[in-house]
């Protein structure tokens, strides 16, 4: 977000926890405001220190990111009363397709195919008969979720009220909201997401598809631009998204998830109202600054761009650098990062806060960055990300690179047999 | 008081209309205050952190800062860490003032004793006053901050040396 402001020549203010204080933004910003302790809840998640600090420094528009509070509508209606332009969607957007259960309402009403599930349920006796009207396996997912949490695989009937109550106890801690509802849960899957922009007035544009099936514990770990299939199938995706979006009059950046099955056929799944941690696959075979365009639509200046100009080129494939320990069950280790050394030369991109000698705190993700490789064919752009790796070099902490090798040096991978239980079915 | 008794005022307080009570007998001090169902927002400082130093918070309308009116309750804010021991750092983002009114004295000078409780400044945020009170007692050897000036999360104000 801050190159995307400083190359539209806009000056920013970065809001820092006390871990933070170090932290990349925080250096390069042109002001920075400490706005509470490590701990998320006193600071990213704390409304009224980030308020204060907006309005102390000037700030005329707040940029979300993602996670924390970046689908939090309460947020982005409060920015809205301070006269702060929120640099995403309205606030009734998220609050109609944040919520993951109305968000299914919706793409029914707007046309699009979604897969058998319910609606949101509070006692454990509904949720038995719910259960047995979708049919098992059932998928529990949080209301308010994202980021793969407060959800959970039921498989049998006896098995369901103890993950019940997990759900909705990872969902309040993550998310304040221990809402649950349930879909019946499709295997063998691809998950195919659509990014889509709108102006808010009803206008709608998409820039084509990604495949982010490489998931553990639904985390992507992987992911690529764009999707293996039929060009129907991937048509018809970007189609049905491009309508939901359309029926809310949608405004920003937003990404419609689909679950495609070994038929071509497709379920919506649930849509994000921010722009999302892999964007730059998307920007990387359109060539087109979505975060820019971001900036460009929150000031008013609509889209500045049409659906004919966008035209994909190649493929790109992001893996998503962690500091965690793949011998030790990938548990994060946070660290001092001693020595750093990122890959160069054609068609790769590096997005990372991280610098020699920074330390990683241990309140956060473990993400320390993305490395994205653009190539004109998949093959070439495989051959890329693992030269890319290769030369890679982070000391002081274990990464999940020489994971990310496998994975890519993986016959399946390789030849794009990839579905969402690719890590437990050919990773072994 | 001992806890049951704490816990029959909280039942009495909660069966009737009393939303707020505040009791003070030596230096035992209690103040109750009932949530009103307002928003996540309003309530926030109440949640962030645990803390060893209860701030006032001083609820009023929008606007001017005016003495008249004001209703008082505890809430909880943490103290941020990082400071030095008898430092005072900013629990919240907002605007520093050293006095409760324009025209009035300020709280606290340098060269002041105060004593555990003792408010020595006033930080508004979003147009709420919130009361900043010394977590012991001592002399006042420094402000670091002047009057309106904005401060940050875990800013020094005072620093606040023991009694010899």
Same mark, same amino acid.
């Given at each position: 977000?801050?190159?995307?402001?400083?190359?539209?020549?806009?000056?920013?203010?970065?809001?820092y926890s006390?871990?933070?204080?170090?932290?990349?933004?925080?250096l390069?910003?042109d002001?920075?405001?400490?706005?509470?302790?490590?701990?998320?809840?006193?600071?990213?998640?704390n409304?009224?220190?980030?308020?204060?600090?907006?309005?102390l420094?000037?700030?005329?528009?707040?940029?979300?990111?993602?996670?924390?509070?970046?689908e939090?509508?309460?947020?982005?209606?409060?920015?809205?009363?301070?006269?702060?332009?929120?640099?995403?969607?309205?606030?009734?957007?998220i609050?109609?397709?944040?919520?993951?259960?109305?968000?299914?309402?919706?793409?029914?009403?707007?046309?699009v195919?979604?897969?058998?599930?319910?609606?949101?349920?509070?006692?454990?006796?509904?949720?038995?008969?719910?259960?047995n009207?979708?049919?098992y396996?059932?998928?529990?997912?949080a209301?308010?979720?994202?980021?793969g949490?407060?959800?959970?695989?039921?498989?049998?009937?006896?098995?369901?009220?103890?993950?019940?109550?997990?759900?909705?106890?990872?969902?309040?801690?993550?998310?304040?909201?221990?809402?649950?509802?349930?879909?019946?849960f499709?295997?063998?899957?691809?998950?195919?997401?659509i990014?889509?922009?709108?102006?808010?007035?009803?206008?709608?544009?998409?820039?084509?598809?990604?495949?982010?099936?490489?998931?553990?514990?639904?985390?992507?770990?992987?992911?690529?631009?764009?999707?293996?299939?039929?060009?129907?199938?991937?048509?018809?995706?970007?189609q049905?998204?491009?309508?939901?979006?359309?029926?809310?009059?949608?405004r920003g950046?937003?990404?419609?998830?689909?679950?495609?099955?070994?038929?071509?056929?497709?379920?919506?799944?649930?849509?994000?109202?921010?722009?999302?941690?892999?964007?730059?696959?998307?920007?990387?075979?359109?060539?087109?600054?979505?975060?820019?365009?971001?900036?460009?639509?929150?000031?008013?200046?609509?889209?500045?761009?049409?659906?004919?100009?966008?035209?994909?080129?190649?493929?790109?494939?992001?893996?998503?650098?962690?500091a965690?320990?793949?011998?030790?069950?990938?548990?994060?280790?946070?660290?001092?990062?001693?020595?750093?050394?990122?890959?160069?030369?054609?068609?790769?991109?590096?997005?990372?806060?991280?610098?020699?000698?920074?330390?990683?705190?241990?309140?956060?993700?473990?993400l320390?960055?993305?490395?994205i490789?653009?190539?004109?064919?998949?093959?070439?752009?495989?051959?890329?990300?693992?030269r890319?790796?290769?030369?890679?070099?982070?000391?002081?902490v274990?990464?999940?690179?020489?994971?990310?090798?496998?994975?890519?040096?993986?016959?399946?991978?390789?030849?794009?047999?990839?579905?969402?239980?690719?890590?437990?079915?050919?990773?072994? | 008081?001992?806890?049951?008794?704490?816990?029959?005022?909280?039942?009495?307080?909660?069966?009737?209309?009393?939303s707020?009570?505040?009791?003070?007998? #030596?230096?035992?001090?209690?103040?109750?205050k009932?949530?009103?169902?307002?928003?996540?927002?309003?309530?926030?400082?109440q949640? !962030?952190?645990?803390?060893?130093t209860?701030?006032?918070?001083?609820?009023?309308?929008?606007?001017?800062?005016d003495?008249? #009116?004001?209703?008082?309750?505890?809430?909880?804010?943490g103290?941020?860490?990082?400071?030095?021991?008898n430092?005072?750092?900013?629990?919240?983002?907002?605007t520093?003032?050293?006095?409760?009114?324009?025209?009035?004295?300020?709280?606290?000078?340098?060269?002041?004793q105060?004593?555990?409780?003792?408010?020595?400044?006033?930080?508004?945020?979003?147009?709420?006053?919130?009361?900043?009170?010394?977590?012991?007692? #001592? !002399?006042?050897?420094?402000?670091?901050?002047?009057?309106e000036?904005?401060?940050?999360? #875990?800013?020094?104000?005072?620093?606040?040396?023991?009694?010899?």
């Amino acid at each position: 977000m801050l190159r995307a402001a400083k190359e539209l020549g806009v000056q920013v203010v970065v809001a820092y926890s006390q871990a933070d204080e170090n932290s990349l933004p925080a250096l390069l910003a042109d002001e920075s405001i400490c706005i509470g302790p490590a701990p998320a809840k006193g600071s990213y998640m704390n409304i009224r220190n980030l308020l204060s600090a907006a309005i102390l420094t000037g700030t005329e528009a707040v940029h979300p990111g993602y996670g924390f509070l970046s689908e939090n509508s309460e947020f982005a209606q409060k920015c809205e009363e301070h006269n702060l332009i929120f640099i995403g969607p309205r606030p009734q957007n998220i609050s109609q397709i944040g919520d993951k259960a109305s968000a299914r309402a919706i793409a029914v009403e707007a046309g699009v195919p979604v897969t058998p599930g319910s609606s949101p349920f509070s006692r454990i006796e509904d949720a038995h008969d719910m259960a047995n009207a979708i049919g098992y396996p059932i998928m529990l997912k949080a209301s308010a979720g994202g980021g793969g949490r407060g959800m959970r695989i039921v498989r049998t009937p006896d098995q369901l009220q103890v993950n019940i109550q997990n759900a909705q106890e990872e969902a309040r801690i993550s998310f304040g909201n221990s809402e649950i509802y349930m879909e019946r849960f499709l295997e063998n899957l691809k998950h195919v997401e659509i990014q889509i922009f709108g102006d808010g007035k009803g206008e709608v544009l998409h820039f084509y598809d990604r495949d982010c099936s490489i998931q553990r514990r639904y985390q992507k770990i992987i992911e690529e631009a764009p999707s293996i299939g039929s060009q129907e199938v991937r048509e018809a995706m970007a189609q049905a998204a491009v309508r939901l979006a359309k029926h809310i009059k949608y405004r920003g950046a937003g990404t419609c998830e689909f679950l495609v099955d070994g038929n071509g056929r497709f379920y919506f799944s649930e849509m994000n109202t921010r722009i999302q941690v892999e964007h730059p696959v998307t920007e990387m075979i359109t060539g087109f600054d979505l975060v820019q365009e971001q900036f460009r639509v929150a000031a008013g200046l609509g889209l500045s761009i049409s659906q004919k100009n966008i035209n994909p080129v190649g493929h790109a494939i992001e893996v998503r650098i962690n500091a965690e320990d793949p011998s030790k069950s990938f548990r994060p280790c946070p660290g001092k990062i001693t020595d750093l050394h990122w890959p160069g030369g054609p068609g790769i991109r590096v997005d990372s806060h991280a610098y020699a000698g920074y330390s990683i705190p241990p309140n956060y993700d473990s993400l320390i960055a993305k490395v994205i490789a653009w190539a004109p064919t998949r093959g070439q752009a495989i051959a890329r990300m693992r030269r890319a790796l290769k030369e890679t070099v982070i000391e002081g902490v274990e990464t999940s690179i020489p994971f990310h090798l496998k994975v890519i040096d993986n016959e399946y991978f390789q030849r794009g047999e990839i579905n969402t239980d690719f890590i437990e079915r050919r990773m072994g | 008081m001992e806890i049951k008794d704490i816990k029959r005022l909280l039942d009495a307080i909660s069966n009737s209309d009393v939303s707020e009570f505040s009791y003070e007998k #030596g230096d035992f001090r209690v103040a109750i205050k009932r949530q009103t169902g307002q928003s996540n927002y309003e309530n926030g400082s109440q949640t !962030i952190l645990s803390a060893p130093t209860p701030v006032h918070e001083i609820t009023q309308s929008p606007a001017v800062r005016d003495q008249d #009116g004001l209703t008082s309750s505890v809430d909880e804010v943490g103290v941020p860490g990082g400071g030095l021991v008898n430092e005072v750092t900013a629990p919240i983002v907002g605007t520093f003032y050293l006095s409760p009114a324009p025209e009035a004295p300020p709280y606290v000078k340098v060269g002041d004793q105060v004593e555990e409780g003792t408010v020595l400044c006033i930080i508004e945020a979003m147009k709420l006053m919130n009361e900043i009170e010394a977590e012991s007692a #001592g !002399i006042i050897a420094e402000i670091f901050v002047q009057n309106e000036e904005p401060v940050e999360y #875990g800013q020094p104000l005072f620093r606040i040396d023991p009694v010899h």
